[in-house]
């Protein structure tokens, strides 16, 4: 039988911060730090990476596992907690669990929580431009929607398919969503929880099969655009 993660590193930077925790499952020791950026986080992530483990008093090599957000998020800021995290793993020899932040954010909002009965979470998170990276989930953190990328009429589509008392949107994303609506606003307004906390990402890597290999979510390509000059040609003699 396989052994559960008990010792995580848990990184995300794919929502314009850079968060780390270190949780131990079986001591109940949990240490984080977490900065608001919308870039940046190459430079910062290591540092506190050892801020962490220092404060918890624990070496790289006491950890059973490495766990990540895999996005939806930033394209850049997504690939490099990736691929941080993957480089640890093969460093240490240590699996790497990947987990959405649509989940993680989903969770967040669930946990303690006594009052969700019968109510919905639509996680709403920016995707910087037209549409909205969305997934809804009901009180018991199960998905009941595909994640996707979607534009606001569609989401309007998928949320008044609930009662409206029983929906609620929580993530970076709200308050534009709601700006760019029809006038009908399916939901209450639930912002505060909008960046992915390292410590709940961690405890979800425990419950996730250790077999899992990372792959990034994105949901849409990445925008690229076409050079405005053109290229020279080499004519043939």
């Known amino acids: 039988m396989e052994k559960k993660a008990s010792k995580i590193l848990a990184l995300d930077t794919a929502m314009q911060g850079c968060a780390v925790a270190f949780v131990d499952t079986?001591?109940?020791?949990?240490?984080?730090?977490?900065?608001?950026m919308p870039r940046g986080q190459t430079e910062i992530l290591l540092p506190m990476i050892q801020d962490v483990l220092a404060e918890a008093g624990v070496a790289?090599?006491?950890?059973?596992?490495?766990?990540?957000?895999?996005?939806?998020?930033?394209?850049?800021?997504?690939?490099?907690?990736?691929?941080?995290?993957?480089?640890?793993?093969?460093?240490?020899?240590i699996?790497?669990?990947?987990?959405?932040?649509?989940?993680?954010?989903?969770?967040?909002?669930?946990?303690?929580?006594?009052?969700?009965?019968?109510?919905?979470?639509?996680?709403?998170?920016?995707?910087?431009?037209?549409?909205?990276?969305?997934?809804?989930?009901?009180?018991a953190r199960q998905a009941v929607t595909?994640?996707?990328?979607?534009?606001?009429?569609?989401?309007?589509?998928?949320l008044n398919a609930y009662p409206e008392e029983d929906i609620i949107l929580i993530g970076d994303a709200v308050a534009r969503f709601a700006a760019a609506g029809d006038g009908r606003v399916p939901f209450t307004k639930e912002?505060?929880?909008?960046?992915p906390d390292p410590i709940v990402l961690a405890r979800l890597a425990a419950e996730t099969p250790k077999t899992r290999d990372p792959q990034p979510l994105y949901l849409r390509g990445a925008d690229v655009s076409q050079p405005k000059r053109r290229g020279r040609s080499i004519k043939s003699q």
């Open 26 to 36: 079986d001591s109940g020791v949990a240490v984080s730090r977490s900065e608001a």
């Open 60 to 93: 790289f090599a006491a950890l059973d596992t490495i766990a990540t957000t895999v996005g939806p998020g930033a394209f850049t800021g997504l690939r490099i907690g990736l691929s941080t995290a993957r480089a640890l793993g093969l460093a240490l020899s």
């Open 95 to 139: 699996p790497v669990i990947g987990v959405t932040t649509l989940d993680v954010l989903a969770a967040q909002f669930i946990k303690g929580r006594t009052d969700l009965s019968g109510k919905y979470i639509c996680v709403l998170i920016e995707t910087k431009r037209q549409d909205f990276y969305v997934q809804v989930f009901d009180a």
């Open 146 to 158: 595909d994640a996707a990328a979607l534009p606001v009429v569609e989401i309007q589509e998928i």
């Open 191 to 195: 912002t505060r929880v909008i960046h």
